[in-house]
């Protein structure tokens, strides 16, 4: 199975946190998904500095008249189930293979924030987007073509809520471990 990843799954170190298996670069495939947009709504509960906020983070949202990029990740049944527990407050989603720009076998599954409780609106108090959160998605770049920078890079602007600097961990453990230290961090203390 195929999954789409738009967020820090951009990112090899911080996808890798989510793998037992050795992920390489070439893991990661470049694509453009018709009929959905990255938007800054996706609420993790989040403790920054010891403070609990409400981070932000990047979700999907259907756009029948837009596209968005990201990247690919060819997955076994048991790592959805890892990854399941990272994305902990997103849905799993299926997209047609169709919408793809590159021809693929069979469907995408995608994580899409889908519970309102959980979808930030503009205003909302107490909502930070992590600097440290764009600060992945950014370093991420150096690995793609400028092509792809410059089309992901359009989520990267007119941030609907203040930036915070500082570092910050799920508030849940489990999504923690499985999204900041990795699937192996048990292993290897």
Not at 41 to 55: L, T
Not at 82 to 92: A, D, F, G, I, V
């Amino acid at each position: 199975m195929y999954l789409f990843g738009y967020g820090s799954l951009i990112n090899l170190v911080s996808a890798q946190k989510s793998f037992k298996r050795v992920l390489k670069q070439e893991d990661l495939i470049p694509i453009n998904i018709n009929g959905f947009q990255k938007v800054w709504n996706s609420i993790e509960n989040i403790n920054f500095d010891g403070v609990d906020v409400n981070g932000v983070f990047l979700n999907l949202k259907k756009s029948p008249s837009s596209s968005t990029n990201g990247v690919l990740v060819k997955i076994t049944a048991e790592e959805l189930e890892l990854l399941k527990l990272r994305e902990k407050n997103y849905t799993c989603i299926s997209i047609k293979a169709s919408e793809a720009n590159i021809t693929l076998d069979e469907d995408i599954i995608a994580f899409m924030t889908t519970n309102e409780e959980k979808i930030a609106k503009k205003g909302d108090e107490n909502c930070f987007i992590p600097a440290k959160y764009i600060d992945i998605l950014t370093n991420a770049f150096a690995s793609y073509s400028q092509e792809f920078i410059k089309e992901y890079s359009k989520c990267l602007k007119d941030y609907p809520f203040d930036i915070k600097e500082g570092t910050y961990t799920f508030s849940d453990p489990v999504q923690n471990k499985f999204a900041k230290q990795g699937v192996d961090s048990v292993k290897s203390k």
